[in-house]
């Protein structure tokens, strides 16, 4: 599994930005797909992530203003809508991808995934 991650660069704040990430289509019939950040210095955290069917969570500092999506036609990809952006949103993020079974919502833990992406970098500038 392949995943690339695109869309970041440098906005001021109160601004949006929506980063993506893509892969080859998921044929898994259950996955978790996430979206982390890591600020320099600091651990690795999970901002979004997504069922297969569509159920979301979000760290409680987005919520309300990032939204996670997406669409798996003849490739699979992972949107995060990043609205109000503030200057503590900048850092590099990344998309994750799990295939599981028997979850209803999927974990915002790093540790839960196993397959990552490159890395985007989000600067959020006051």
């Known amino acids: 599994v392949h995943l690339v991650e695109s869309g970041g660069g440098s906005v001021q704040s109160g601004q949006s930005l929506r980063v993506s990430c893509a892969t080859s289509?998921?044929?898994?019939?259950?996955?978790?797909m996430g979206w982390f950040r890591q600020a320099p210095g600091k651990e690795r955290e999970g901002v979004a992530s997504i069922l297969r069917d569509g159920t979301t969570s979000y760290a409680d500092s987005v919520k309300g203003r990032f939204t996670i999506s997406q669409e798996n036609a003849k490739a699979t990809m992972v949107y995060l809508q990043m609205d109000s952006l503030k200057p503590e949103d900048t850092a590099m993020y990344y998309c994750a991808l799990r295939p599981t079974l028997g979850y209803t919502r999927c974990p915002l833990e790093p540790s839960f995934y196993g397959y990552w992406g490159q890395g985007t970098q989000v600067t959020v500038s006051s």
């Open positions: 289509r998921l044929t898994y019939s259950q996955y978790c």
